[in-house]
């Protein structure tokens, strides 16, 4: 599905150069459900966004699904976003002058989801547990409603992949553990998905991890390493 | 939820975010539209005021009894004052005399008018009111003054009513037995005309044939009398030489004892001039009110698109083309412009239509405002419309062309909302 490497991201500052992704190689079967653990600051969201197309690479290689995203023009991977990659950010990210349902249906602006469009949105929300909130607007319902939401309108166009940037960063206990479950529940009925967090304790969710620090993507960290905090922080 | 998801409604729906920054943008776009609108009906108005006070100018010549003129010379009246109605004489000539006058080189219109009698009729109006027969086809001075156009001449039984009669078109009245429909209404023309009641030739023979129509003392009227030959010069002429020309005739034609006639000089110069000027007064405003307003918009459009960083990301994040960000962002743009066009056309419609009801823009431009037609009231609107939605493109083009280059991730991790 994904296959990275080479990965480089630098950013150019007035004082000096920041290597935010160094020499990074990742491959994501189909189905997988990757974990990509690190500290706030080690690249692991700058490395996201670059296998999404999100963010151009200053060297290296992605291909998505067969296509080399890095030298795709920037509708053609647009295009491949709205077609075959769902997001879930840190924030909700609903648009809060439209209800739950419309957030969910949004991605048919961008990419024609036909007439079943609505039917499907009503079904996903149904999916995530909200199809009794679909005329709520976002700022009657909670983190976890928002994000499970959120969830929904990533799913609108049957991606192929989620990718999920710290989904849980901001949820008490209870809800991250709901919203992993979806998650688990997603990645078992085949949808594939890559998430970064910066929280060990959900190692477990994944079929595979990487850990990062400082710009370095690791594969198969030890579960030793995770807990002692080299990629990331447990909850206090 | 009935409906899919659309551009519009994703448009409209983002329009209900920070919706007093929206109405501030609005009542911007409103001001110019009102301001634009309002200079263009004001210039149509008055200029359409000028048109219409030269076709309400009257007659330039008169022809008349010769013992009329004696008469006229006598009462010192103003003879340069607009001829509209022949005044209420009893000395009469014949409508043959049309056959000589036409001839004249230098005359363009002549229409005879016939006055009949003076009524006494409080249900009428408060002062007397005169009855002149005139022909509809020929009248060039009273159905200028009209309030609303006729849709065809003036049908037997029908006739035309000064603004001092009481009635109003449609409505009946009755003279010596007589019922008359009211045709038309005339506009104040402070002048006699506005309490007399203008009926066609032919019915005023058939009135002045009743014994108590006509007092006993004045001599009958006959089929072919008339009063006055109200006649106009043919564009271009000199007033003063078709003058000397009809006096020539008439003299060759007919003694000295019979008929004379009575020239006329208006200025219409010193009303022209006065609105001359205003156009490009107007023209002045709307423009330093169009400049002036339009980096504040573009500073509010730039203000609304960073504020909405993270939300153009996300819309990016889910596969939104550039050229989609930037119609949306332009779309946004032209809606506000577009209901703040309508709202101050609609403004600008409805304080014109008050005012003038109260004759307030009469009296402020000083010369009669005649609102403009409903087309002309349209392309005006239209073209202020027009205006707003270009400033609107101008404005929010830069804004537009930033958020769609806009690097989607930096967007979408952007802390402004």
């Known amino acids: ?216 993507l690791v594969e198969n960290t030890n579960s030793a390493d995770m807990c002692i905090g080299t990629y990331g922080s447990t909850r206090t | 939820m009935k409906q899919d998801m659309s551009y519009l409604k994703f448009i409209v729906s983002s329009l209900r975010n920070k919706p007093g920054r929206n109405l501030a943008t609005v009542f911007c776009f409103a001001f110019i539209a009102l301001n634009i609108f309002s200079g263009q009906i004001l210039m149509a108005g008055a200029q359409g005021g000028v048109s219409r006070g030269i076709s309400r100018m009257g007659a330039d010549q008169i022809v008349v009894p010769a013992q009329y003129l004696v008469f006229l010379r006598g009462s010192s009246q103003n003879t340069t004052m607009t001829i509209v109605r022949a005044e209420s004489s009893t000395f009469r000539i014949n409508l043959s005399i049309m056959d000589t006058v036409g001839k004249v080189t230098g005359v363009s219109q002549m229409s005879p008018q016939l006055y009949v009698t003076t009524l006494n009729q409080p249900g009428l109006s408060p002062a007397p009111v005169d009855i002149f027969g005139i022909d509809p086809v020929t009248d060039f001075t009273i159905q200028p003054w009209l309030r609303q156009p006729l849709d065809e001449p003036l049908d037997p039984g029908e006739v035309m009513v000064g603004s001092g009669i009481v009635g109003d078109t449609g409505s009946k009245l009755s003279l010596f037995g007589h019922s008359y429909t009211v045709a038309g209404k005339l506009d104040p023309t402070q002048s006699s005309a506005d309490h007399t009641i203008f009926l066609r030739l032919d019915d005023a023979y058939t009135l002045a044939a009743e014994k108590v129509v006509v007092p006993p003392s004045a001599p009958r009227i006959t089929p072919g009398d008339v009063n006055a030959l109200l006649i106009r010069d043919a564009p271009g002429e000199d007033s003063v030489a078709v003058f000397s020309r009809i006096r020539r005739s008439l003299s060759s034609s007919y003694p000295p004892s019979y008929v004379s006639v009575i020239g006329r000089n208006f200025a219409l110069d010193p009303v022209s001039e006065n609105i001359q000027d205003v156009p490009d007064i107007l023209n002045s405003i709307s423009a330093f009110v169009v400049i002036a307003s339009l980096p504040l918009i573009a500073l509010i459009a730039a203000m609304v698109t960073h504020e909405r960083q993270r939300e153009i990301g996300l819309l990016m994040s889910m596969g939104a083309k550039r050229n989609v960000i930037f119609f949306l962002v332009m779309a946004e743009s032209l809606v506000l412009a577009a209901i703040g066009g309508i709202a101050g056309v609609g403004a600008g419609l409805g304080a014109f239509y008050l005012l003038n009801m109260q004759g307030a823009l009469s009296g402020a431009l000083q010369v009669t405002f005649a609102m403009p037609s409903v087309t002309e009231i349209g392309r005006i609107a239209g073209m202020a419309l027009l205006v707003v939605i270009f400033m609107g493109s101008i404005s929010s083009f830069w804004p537009a062309y930033r958020s769609s280059t806009m690097n989607p991730y930096d967007a979408i991790r952007s802390e402004a909302r």
């Open chain 1, 1 to 216: 599905m994904i296959q990275a490497s080479g990965l480089t991201k630098a950013y150019h500052t007035k004082n000096s150069d920041v290597v935010a992704v160094d020499d990074a190689r990742i491959e994501v079967k189909s189905g997988e459900f990757v974990l990509i653990l690190g500290r706030s600051g080690s690249g692991k969201s700058t490395l996201l966004g670059m296998l999404a197309g999100l963010i151009r690479p200053s060297s290296g290689e992605i291909s998505v699904e067969g296509l080399d995203i890095t030298t795709l023009p920037e509708d053609k991977i647009a295009e491949l976003r709205a077609r075959k990659i769902g997001f879930v950010f840190q924030f909700s990210g609903l648009i809060p002058t439209i209800t739950a349902l419309e957030n969910v249906m949004l991605p048919m602006l961008f990419c024609s989801g036909g007439p079943g469009c609505r039917t499907r949105a009503v079904d996903l929300l149904k999916k995530v547990g909200m199809s009794d909130r679909a005329d709520a607007y976002p700022r009657t319902l909670s983190s976890g409603e928002m994000k499970r939401v959120a969830i929904a309108r990533a799913l609108l166009n049957e991606p192929s992949l989620l990718i999920a940037d710290e989904p849980t960063g901001d949820l008490d206990v209870d809800t991250e553990l709901e919203i992993m479950e979806l998650f688990r529940q997603l990645n078992h009925e085949g949808t594939t998905i890559v998430m970064v967090t910066h929280n060990p304790e959900l190692v477990p969710y994944a079929t595979r991890t990487y850990g990062m620090n400082r710009g370095k």
